[in-house]
């Protein structure tokens, strides 16, 4: 079928091939047929495209570009959502490419529909000055704001993040000293953190929170 083992590797992962004998002992699992097939369909949708043309990469290398599962890659092509190509100096699957932007495109899409870009909840209390380790993480968990749980693409297992929406709900709701000082000057938080209680149900203790309602009230 033309590929290399990491294109083989890929397709297996994703379950777009499927070994004839699931057994790790047994050298040559795969069924020859299975490849030239999908090869054979890949390529009656495939158009002829110049070898060095920069608008195009193998499926491979949008893989690894975009984090999309070839088997996403694939399901796009058989929809008619992606377009292909062939390249002509090469045989097989290693000669079919896609183009850039609508693997962009894809990206993007998959991005909105998780909920938008994430970010760990280590980052998010970076971003609105609350470093005490755990405290995004607990607050979501006791149903405060919402946030997303996700495996983390490196480290596995699940970790929470937070998503543009998430960050929405929780700036909806609430606002920490650094978010006061951004907003109001140093004199203004200052006042505020003097006149408002913390943020902390049961005695939970969730570091310089409050709420957004105390904040807008002690203002009116």
């Keep these: 079928m033309g590929a290399t083992k990491g294109q083989l590797a890929s397709l297996a992962e994703d ?4 070994p004839r004998i699931d057994n790790p002992m047994v050298k040559s699992p795969w069924r020859a047929s299975d490849g030239v097939a999908l090869v ?3 390529q009656e949708m495939a158009v002829p495209i110049e070898p060095f043309d920069g608008i195009w990469e193998s499926i491979q290398d949008a893989k690894h570009r975009s ?4 088997g996403t890659i694939i399901a796009g092509l058989r929809a008619g959502d992606l377009q292909l190509g062939r390249r002509p ?3 097989g699957y290693a000669a079919l490419c ?3 932007a609508e693997i962009d495109l894809m990206k993007a899409e998959r991005i909105v529909a998780d909920g938008g870009p994430l970010i760990t909840a280590a980052a998010f209390g970076r971003q609105v000055g609350i470093r005490t380790q755990g405290w995004f993480e607990r ?8 946030a997303t749980r996700r495996p983390h693409p490196k480290y596995g297992g699940e ?3 937070a998503s543009e929406s998430d960050i929405e709900e929780f700036r909806k709701r ?3 000293s650094a978010m006061m000082k951004d907003e109001f000057g140093q004199r203004s938080k200052q006042q505020l953190q003097a006149a408002l209680t913390r943020f902390a149900p049961n005695e939970e203790d969730y570091g310089p929170l409050y709420l957004l309602e105390d904040v807008e009230a002690f203002f009116k």
């Design 89 to 91: 100096d090469f045989e």
């Design 174 to 176: 609430f606002m920490t």
């Design 98 to 100: 896609v183009l850039k």
């Design 67 to 70: 984090d999309l599962g070839v």
């Design 159 to 161: 970790w929470v993040f």
């Design 139 to 146: 607050l979501a968990g006791s149903g405060h704001t919402p």
């Design 15 to 18: 379950g777009v091939l499927t």
């Design 40 to 42: 054979a369909e890949l």
